[in-house]
């Protein structure tokens, strides 16, 4: 009850300070994602000690990860909805940085599987709580942009993550250990990203929580009930529902292709994993960035003009815009072609998720906005970091049934995810449009 209070009764006015939550939570989610994609660097060294294929490390790095994370998503939500948020984001920080550290002491698949549901069930409680205090500091396309740049910070993560693991992956030596024996490089690379998470979450902790904003009376302080979430997303299917799709299906064009590429340009074009660090998370780490950035810009332009279903705009530009660069980059014959292709597709395919998290929020009553993120949370990874992996695995593994061919795995992920996704965005916009005015007359009554 005393987390209830605490979360209805502080506001903070500073604008400074606002900016400040938005700097630690961007410091959690490239934590976060660190922790999450560090073992995409690591393909070969797993399989060789876990003595698992293509396949079984897909598991690893997505179904594992996105089972729970997405399934524990949706209480997690219910939880934002009611409870301190600041204290369920401190939590879950701390519990996947320790599994995180776990998985460099896994000894088997099964073992590896449990710690990454591990780090799964701990990520679950960061951003369903980040967009709902997002949305209480700020609004309009302030909103946007806050959200685009915490949202940015994925590719600040997935970029230090690949930067970060091939150059510990070279330099840290095998370590011995009492009781457990020898631990190679990169194990002791998950113990090292693991722990500094646990700072991370004494600063989130400290946070101020937010009154929470668009509750009109103490009976909207209760978060809604699973039917009642539910029942409102079936009601707004055109527009919510839609969303979440069209969205889904974009997360699985770029989890697909994050997941592979370093692997690819080790198998396909010999480069070694500190090659790939330099050239491949360097560029991750700036055209994502970058893209996303960008993107929240031109959605904030967009809604400045009048267009009120810029949010979703932007997404449909952006499976237009990263489509050719996704299908041609992993089948050039040229590393370095393939790399400048791969610029333009990092750039176009991380421009639409600041807008994205912005149009959920906008649209979603405040007694429903863990929960609904968390829903929308819920596809985007179990068809992304799922799916999106485990397709090119199967199709590398018996399609082509050689290794080599994960470029042209990837080619077909992007090239049939892309439009599909472009289409059910474009199909939303209208219906957005209505339940954007909807909630806003909902507001103004009130």
Request: glycine fraction near 12%.
């Amino acid at each position: 009850m005393g987390d209830k209070m605490q979360a209805t009764t502080i506001k903070p006015s500073d604008s400074i300070y606002r900016w400040y939550v938005v700097g630690v939570l961007i410091v959690a989610y490239i934590f976060s994602y660190i922790d999450r994609t560090i073992l995409t660097l690591l393909v070969d060294p797993i399989r060789k000690s876990l003595d698992i294929g293509d396949v079984g490390f897909s598991l690893l790095h997505g179904l594992a990860f996105a089972i729970f994370y997405t399934f524990l998503g949706l209480p997690i939500g219910r939880l934002v909805d009611q409870r301190k948020r600041t204290n369920i984001i401190a939590i879950g920080v701390a519990l996947w940085s320790v599994m995180t550290s776990l998985c460099g002491f896994a000894r088997s698949f099964g073992q590896m599987f449990l710690a990454r549901v591990g780090v799964g069930v701990g990520e679950a409680a960061l951003s369903p709580a980040a967009y709902s205090i997002l949305s209480d500091y700020f609004s309009g396309k302030d909103l946007v942009r806050a959200l685009s740049l915490y949202t940015g910070s994925i590719y600040v993560g997935a970029g230090l993550a690949t930067i970060a693991g091939g150059a510990l992956i070279a330099f840290v030596p095998a370590v011995e250990i009492a009781v457990f024996g020898t631990m190679e490089p990169w194990r002791v690379v998950f113990v090292m990203v693991g722990v500094p998470g646990l700072l991370i979450a004494y600063l989130v902790a400290r946070l101020r929580e937010p009154t929470r904003t668009g509750r009109s009376s103490s009976a909207d302080t209760a978060a809604a009930s699973f039917a009642t979430v539910f029942r409102y997303i079936a009601e707004k299917r055109g527009s919510l529902g839609l969303l979440i799709i069209g969205y889904s299906i974009a997360s699985t064009v770029w989890n697909g292709v994050i997941a592979w590429i370093p692997t690819y340009f080790i198998r396909a074009h010999g480069w070694t994993p500190t090659e790939v660090a330099v050239r491949y998370g360097v560029a991750l780490l700036t055209f994502g960035t970058i893209g996303i950035i960008f993107g929240g810009w031109i959605a904030g332009r967009m809604r400045e003009r009048g267009h009120l279903d810029a949010n979703i705009r932007i997404g449909v530009l952006s499976a237009a815009c990263a489509l050719p660069f996704g299908v041609l980059a992993p089948l050039m014959t040229s590393g370095g072609a393939s790399l400048v292709l791969l610029c333009g597709f990092l750039f176009c395919a991380a421009m639409p998720y600041g807008g994205a998290a912005a149009a959920l929020q906008e649209i979603t009553p405040n007694e429903m906005r863990g929960q609904i993120s968390a829903v929308y949370l819920f596809g985007l990874n179990l068809a992304g970091i799922g799916l999106g992996p485990t397709l090119v695995a199967l199709l590398t593994t018996h399609l082509f049934g050689q290794d080599i061919a994960v470029g042209r795995s990837i080619a077909i992920v992007v090239g049939v995810a892309a439009p599909l996704s472009a289409a059910v965005l474009f199909s939303c916009r209208t219906a957005y449009v209505r339940a954007l005015k909807e909630r806003a007359g909902s507001l103004l009554a009130t």
